[in-house]
């Protein structure tokens, strides 16, 4: 499998992000970022959600229906989702200090570390890794630990696949394609089992909304993961979409994943403006604070053509990255930079791109990977300079481009442009 992948090639940055999202979606990770409902939290009605308050899961004996304990996680993940890691941190080592035995402990506080590592995806940096897959294991151990006792202990199995799920996908995201897969294997053994645990709960639906959906889905729009199929059910896009839907109007665990999983579905996989639209602004009015949500909402006004108001979104992002607050980070500013130089450049204000891309190059070039967006900042860098008729400087950039990794055919069109100024074209 790895050698099949590593001959695949996609021509998009896009397309290669997607293909590192297909391979950890295809190993049926779950999510299990439990979504605050606090009183006085939540004012939005947009998804016409119908559950009057929050109802026990009648699961014997599980955590999860200690309704005092939910509210103390679900303060902390409001915090999380804001991207304030300390207030979260604290509040998620007072549980584990409750239940010092308990998978949920380290699993909540590992959470801390994966919205660390998020925003830096794009960055290649893996400062966090190490310790992130530290806690994934003793929340496997713990969980098995309980098995031992009880091989239908619901936390159990809960945890267990949500640990199993977070490490897959990070592992498919350094390209450790087996491992993830193998990981997603084992979460199999309990996605099933958490589902049908309760049928009415729009949270243990989740993930097999998620595994229906993308499960049916990937293989037609990239067949060369058809093969991975071969051992895993049979997947239906109609129930995938419906549980995503179901999870996003009635969940109260995991209702923010789902709308972010939507967003990703109407944003990439069948683009529709309003739907998209619709789940990036509920993220953002719930999460005023988190960057990457921030970032989202202005790549799906790029993709549907509405530049300025993308532009809202990107200026926010930079704007909080100056001022220093917690997770908007060099790679995020990036992002939003290099769609600010797109959108000058298009403006014809060319020295103001400039500026902007150079920008990118200065947050970027101490990152370890050669980001998408740094290599096709330098790219347009030399497509201005062509334009105003600094050929040198031109030939500079293209240059730079091609000791750069190759990004979304960014050899190809260095070289071509080297060979004929841009301007000519």
Do not use: C
Request: glycine share 6%; net charge negative.
């Amino acid at each position: 499998m790895p050698k099949l992948l590593g001959r695949t090639r996609l021509k998009t940055e896009e397309g290669r992000s997607i293909l590192r999202l297909v391979m950890w979606l295809l190993t049926v990770a779950i999510y299990v970022i439990h979504v605050p409902e606090a009183a006085g939290q939540d004012t939005d009605t947009s998804f016409d959600r119908h559950v009057d308050a929050p109802g026990s899961y009648n699961i014997q004996g599980s955590i999860l229906s200690d309704e005092a304990l939910l509210q103390e996680a679900e303060a902390g993940l409001f915090h999380l989702y804001n991207m304030e890691y300390e207030a979260a941190d604290s509040i998620f080592r007072s549980i584990e200090s409750q239940f010092p035995e308990h998978p949920m402990g380290p699993f909540l506080r590992s959470l801390v570390l994966w919205w660390r590592i998020l925003p830096e995806l794009e960055s290649g940096a893996e400062a966090d890794d190490e310790a992130f897959y530290a806690a994934m294991a003793e929340v496997i151990k713990r969980s098995d630990r309980l098995l031992d006792e009880d091989d239908q202990d619901f936390d159990a199995m809960f945890f267990k696949g949500a640990a199993l799920g977070f490490r897959g996908r990070l592992l498919s995201n350094r390209h450790e394609w087996l491992s993830a897969a193998k990981d997603g294997k084992k979460a199999l053994e309990y996605i099933f089992d958490i589902a049908d645990a309760d049928t009415a709960n729009a949270d243990f639906q989740f993930g097999t909304g998620v595994y229906n959906y993308f499960a049916a889905v990937i293989p037609k729009k990239y067949p060369v993961v058809k093969p991975i199929l071969y051992f895993f059910p049979d997947a239906d896009r109609e129930d995938g979409l419906s549980s995503l839907k179901f999870t996003a109007r009635e969940g109260r665990l995991i209702r923010t994943e789902a709308a972010y999983f939507l967003l990703q579905i109407y944003l990439i996989y069948e683009p529709q403006f309003e739907e998209a639209v619709r789940y990036s602004s509920w993220l953002i009015h719930r999460y005023p604070d988190n960057a990457f949500f921030r970032v989202l909402e202005g790549r799906v006004y790029v993709r549907f053509g509405r530049l300025p108001r993308a532009m809202y979104s990107f200026e926010r992002v930079i704007d909080g990255h100056g001022e220093g607050r917690p997770g908007y980070t060099d790679a995020l500013s990036a992002v939003s930079h290099y769609y600010r130089g797109r959108y000058r450049m298009n403006g014809k204000r060319f020295d103001d791109a400039l500026i902007s891309f150079m920008e990118v190059e200065t947050l970027s070039a101490s990152q370890p990977v050669d980001s998408y967006f740094r290599v096709h900042a330098l790219l347009r860098m030399g497509m201005i300079y062509d334009l105003l008729g600094v050929r040198e400087d031109a030939l500079a950039a293209y240059g730079r481009v091609l000791r750069l990794d190759d990004q979304a055919e960014s050899h190809e069109k260095a070289s071509l442009f080297r060979k004929e100024p841009y301007q000519s074209r």
